[in-house]
């Protein structure tokens, strides 16, 4: 089965610190992305990072960064200088049949302590 | 630029009744897929229409079903209501070019049966 798993389902991090999400996947693809959506109580899925597979560099937006592991199937997100407006639900995701379905995680819930 | 819109944001409904949400995508973009987001939980692919046909469907019934238009909106409809229909019902629509791959989000419906 082709599946998204994220082993956290909350994590709290203080502001102004860094945070680590945890993500793995089980795919026999060899060319695929990797995606992180952060989900805030507004309920709109907002793409935070994503990652191409044949790229060996891990992807980074501002704050946030990926730990692409390919061979371990590992795809952590890192939050660095927290913020109080990171606060949400994030999920992993991945693509199934060339993006005709977007498989994703559980979720983990970040708190973000002032 | 328009994001993803739908409509309408909440709605309660009794068992046995039918639905129709509506979703009109990301200019640009002609693929719109739905999920189902139970609380607390990842989204759960329920179909993608392109060219105004049903291309990949995940494991939901035949009570749910959609249509896309020429103009590439489209609309899930669900029959015969059950209360486990209650979830966040969001709608995306995809970009395949290389540089933005992905899916934009809309804010969803809330659907809630009583």
């Known amino acids: 089965a082709q599946t998204v798993t994220q082993s956290q389902p909350e994590m709290s991090v203080q502001e102004a610190e860094t945070v680590t999400l945890s993500c793995t996947y089980d795919?026999?693809?060899?060319?695929?992305?990797l995606f992180w959506y952060k989900q805030p109580p507004s309920r709109q899925m907002i793409l935070v990072i994503r990652?191409?597979?044949?790229?060996?560099q891990n992807a980074t937006e501002n704050r946030f960064s990926v730990n692409f592991q390919k061979a371990a199937k590992s795809f952590s997100l890192k939050i660095s200088d927290s913020q109080l407006g990171d606060a949400a639900m994030y999920f992993c995701?991945?693509?199934?049949?060339?993006?005709?379905?977007?498989?994703f995680g559980p979720g983990t819930r970040l708190s973000v302590l002032p | 630029d328009a994001g993803v819109t739908q409509s309408p944001t909440h709605l309660i409904k009794t068992r046995g009744q039918q639905v129709t949400l509506r979703c009109s995508p990301k200019?640009?973009?002609?693929?719109v897929s739905w999920y189902q987001q139970a609380l607390g939980q990842g989204p759960q692919f329920i179909f993608q229409?392109?060219?105004?046909?049903?291309?990949q469907r995940g494991n939901f019934p035949d009570r749910f079903s959609g249509h896309q238009f020429p103009n590439y909106s489209s609309e899930l409809n669900v029959n015969a209501l059950l209360l486990g229909d209650s979830a966040l019902y969001l709608c995306?629509?995809?970009?395949?070019?290389?540089?933005?791959?992905?899916?934009?989000f809309g804010s969803g419906t809330r659907l809630t049966v009583v």
């Open positions: 995701a991945w693509p199934l049949n060339y993006g005709q379905n977007f498989v």
């Open positions: 795919t026999s693809e060899s060319d695929y992305y």
């Open positions: 990652q191409e597979a044949y790229k060996q």
């Open positions: 200019s640009g973009h002609d693929t």
């Open positions: 229409y392109y060219e105004e046909e049903e291309r």
């Open positions: 995306a629509s995809i970009s395949y070019g290389r540089a933005n791959y992905g899916y934009t």
